[in-house]
């Protein structure tokens, strides 16, 4: 404990203390270095975050390496302030190669800008998306079909990046794929990673479109090593699912312009005083949840799941 007491009692009454104080300020080039670090430390996160911090950072580290070598005339402080400087210098050059390494086309910007980063994806995160379909867009020209009911194999997931995308069952009129929608969430949502489905709705493109398709068994191989991408695209097609779910029930209505609720496809009735209950003679299956509803009157289309 005397050791320790004795250690302390150096540290601290070593030096002695200021007994007057300069009357003149540093020069301008260490108040320079001294703003630089206050605003430096203002940065963000992310890439554009680090570039911002390193660059004032580093900057501040020559300002005083220059204040310690003309003013101060100290090479320990201009050593530190140096290596310091150098250290920033470094950080900014990798992390200027890591932006320009996951540079990506203007379209693949856009969807990134669009959808993924509200999300709060990085872009690194991203880079591994892209990757997985091949970094290419697929051009379809008008009327022309994207998936045949009854014929087109399910083994990829799209998401419509431009154009728009009419889907019907047994030439009916279902609903339309707008941009930044899956165009076969549905049938992904149907199908577990061994199984094998075709398609049972029709895709036909009503404008020329432009979208993204990744293959399943590579998608799933992505999902197997990055488990936060599999949560990321199970909340897109659920959420996407949902919307083409609530779009169809605008088109239903049951009756006397009562509108059918598909959160209970099996259990809705309308209690009318002079008519009876109406229930829907369809079950709940497993399969597309793109499905036509049986015994409703004046309805268009209907999706159960």
């Avoid at 199908?191 to 990744?214: M, S």
Wanted: proline letters at 4%; aromatic letters at 16%.
């Amino acid at each position: 404990m005397g050791e320790n007491a004795s250690f302390w009692e150096s540290l601290i009454y070593a030096h002695p203390t200021c007994t007057t104080w300069k009357q003149e300020a540093e020069g301008s080039i260490y108040h320079l270095a001294s703003i630089l670090f206050v605003v430096g430390f203002m940065g963000g996160s992310g890439f554009f975050g680090l570039l911002y911090v390193f660059s004032l950072l580093g900057l501040g580290f020559l300002c005083s390496s220059v204040w310690a070598w003309l003013d101060v005339c100290a090479a320990d402080i201009f050593s530190w302030n140096f290596i310091l400087f150098a250290i920033c210098f470094v950080q900014f050059i990798y992390v200027t190669y890591q932006v320009r390494s996951v540079s990506f086309d203007r379209e693949f910007q856009e969807l990134y800008s669009a959808l993924f980063q509200p999300l709060g994806i990085s872009l690194t995160v991203y880079r591994k998306i892209v990757l997985c379909c091949d970094a290419e867009v697929v051009t379809l020209e008008k009327e022309h079909c994207y998936a045949m009911q009854g014929k087109t194999p399910i083994d990829k997931l799209s998401l419509l990046v431009s154009g728009r995308i009419r889907v019907t069952v047994d030439g009916e009129f279902l609903h339309y794929i707008f941009p930044l929608q899956f165009l076969d969430s549905p049938e992904w949502d149907s199908l577990r990673p061994t199984e094998e489905g075709i398609f049972q709705v029709t895709l036909t493109a009503e404008t020329d479109c432009r979208y993204v398709a990744w293959r399943r068994k590579k998608l799933y191989l992505l999902f197997a090593k990055h488990r936060f991408i599999s949560r990321l695209f199970s909340i897109l097609i659920g959420s996407d699912i949902a919307e083409k779910l609530y779009a169809l029930n605008d088109r239903v209505h049951v009756g006397q312009g009562f509108r059918y609720d598909i959160r209970l496809p099996n259990f809705y009735h309308v209690s009318l005083l002079e008519t009876p209950p109406v229930r829907p003679s369809h079950h709940l299956q497993r399969g597309s949840p793109r499905r036509k509803p049986t015994g409703v009157t004046n309805c268009g289309s209907f999706i159960t799941q």
